[in-house]
Every structure is written in structure tokens, then in C-alpha cells.
């Protein structure tokens, strides 16, 4: 089975392929020809994801699936959530993201934050959401040189290691995205 994977991250693609079964083959926006970058303008992390989605089914009339992600941080009411990527700016620097983060955090003590990526899949007509969240808390500085975005200053709970530290293989396990693609891998296993 063939399915497209609606995004142009080169680390998401690596870690989704990375626990899908052998018998499903993902393709990713460049091999439909699809270069653009996809409109992700709803105020919410599963609204963006449908957006996605839609867009392709539309423009490309694939069936496909895709992500959206965000840090969800207690102390800043859920901010930067569904604006993750763009906290800092619409240049969407992974840094200037996490210094503006670190830099809002810098007198709270409730380091509390959690990321969610919601999953949208578009499979004959229906569209299907799965969810996964991982709990877990904003280090004060940024550690290890693995994954990306904010991996470098999140810890998940009961970790001493933050996401940039520790293998894909166990951030899979335990991630949001992992956890949702599992639910995914689940459902396309049983269609
Ligand atoms: P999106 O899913 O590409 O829209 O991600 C939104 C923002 O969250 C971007 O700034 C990403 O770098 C960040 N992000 C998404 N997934 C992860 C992750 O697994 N770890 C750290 N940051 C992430």
C-alpha cells in the first residue's frame, strides 16, 4: 500500500517511516510534485491538519495523510500551540523559537508542557483524526544535538534526557507523534 505523507519535514517523514510496516509505503509532497508550501491558517493544531489534507485531496487528489503539532505550555495558558512554528516569527527559526520560549518561561516555576500532534487522514471520502500527546516539562537551557524544534529544552516525564538527547527509536515510543501514528498504523491495519 502506497499513502502520501503530507509534509516537507525531512525529520518527520524519517521518524514516521521509521515504525510503519514494511508493507506500507509512504511518498512524501515531493514525489507527487507538490512544492508549494500547504496553507496551515485554522486556529487549531487538528484544524490545521484537516486543512492539510483537504488541500491535497483537492489540489492533487491524493488520499493522504498528515501531522500537526504543537508545545502546549501551562504557564503560558497552552501558548505557542498551534502557532509553535511561527512563535518567534514567521522566518520559523527551531532557535528563535526556543529562546523566545525559554526566555518567557525564565521567572516560572510551573514548567509543565506537553506537545500534541494530531493526525488527519483522508481515505475514500472519510476524514479521520488521531491523537497523541506527551507530557512532560521546558528545561531551563537547551541539551543534545538530536531531533528538532523544541526537543533541545523538553524533557518528558519521569526523563532525565531531553528529546535531543535521547534515540528516534525511543522518541518514537514515546512521543506524541509516535503515539498517534501507532493509532493510524492501527486503523489502516484493520481498514
Ligand atoms: P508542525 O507540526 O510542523 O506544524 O510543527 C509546529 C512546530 O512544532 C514547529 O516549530 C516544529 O519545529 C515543532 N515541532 C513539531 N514536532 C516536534 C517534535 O517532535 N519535537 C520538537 N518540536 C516539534
Redesign the pocket.
Known amino acids: 500500500m502506497k499513502i502520501v505523507f503530507a509534509?516537507n519535514?525531512r525529520n518527520?517523514l524519517k521518524?514516521v517511516q521509521a515504525i510503519m510496516p514494511e508493507n506500507i509505503q509512504l511518498l512524501s509532497l515531493k514525489d507527487i510534485n507538490c512544492t508549494e508550501d500547504i496553507p496551515?491558517t485554522r486556529d487549531t493544531i487538528e484544524g490545521?491538519a484537516i486543512q492539510k489534507v483537504e488541500y491535497i485531496k483537492t489540489n492533487y487528489g491524493y488520499d493522504c495523510f498528515a501531522?500537526?503539532?504543537?508545545?502546549e505550555v501551562e504557564a503560558l495558558n497552552g501558548a505557542p500551540g498551534v502557532y509553535?512554528?511561527r512563535?518567534a516569527g514567521p522566518q520559523?527559526s527551531?532557535i528563535d523559537?526556543t529562546i523566545k520560549l525559554l526566555k518567557e518561561l525564565e521567572k516560572k516555576d510551573n514548567r509543565t508542557a506537553q506537545?500534541k500532534?494530531v493526525i488527519a487522514l483522508q481515505l475514500n471520502g472519510t476524514c479521520y483524526t488521531f491523537t497523541g500527546i506527551c507530557k512532560g516539562k521546558i528545561t531551563k537551557s537547551p541539551k543534545g544535538e538530536g531531533?528538532?524544534?523544541?526537543?533541545p529544552v523538553?524533557k518528558a516525564i519521569d526523563y532525565s534526557q531531553t528529546?535531543a538527547e535521547i534515540s528516534l527509536e525511543e522518541?518514537n515510543i514515546i512521543?506524541?507523534?509516535g503515539k498517534a501514528v501507532k493509532q493510524l498504523i492501527d486503523f489502516l491495519n484493520k481498514y
Do not use: C, I, Q, V
Open positions: 509534509t519535514n518527520k521518524e496551515e490545521n501531522d500537526d503539532t504543537g508545545l509553535s512554528a512563535f520559523r527551531a523559537n506537545f500532534t531531533g528538532f524544534g523544541y526537543d523538553f528529546f522518541k512521543g506524541h507523534r
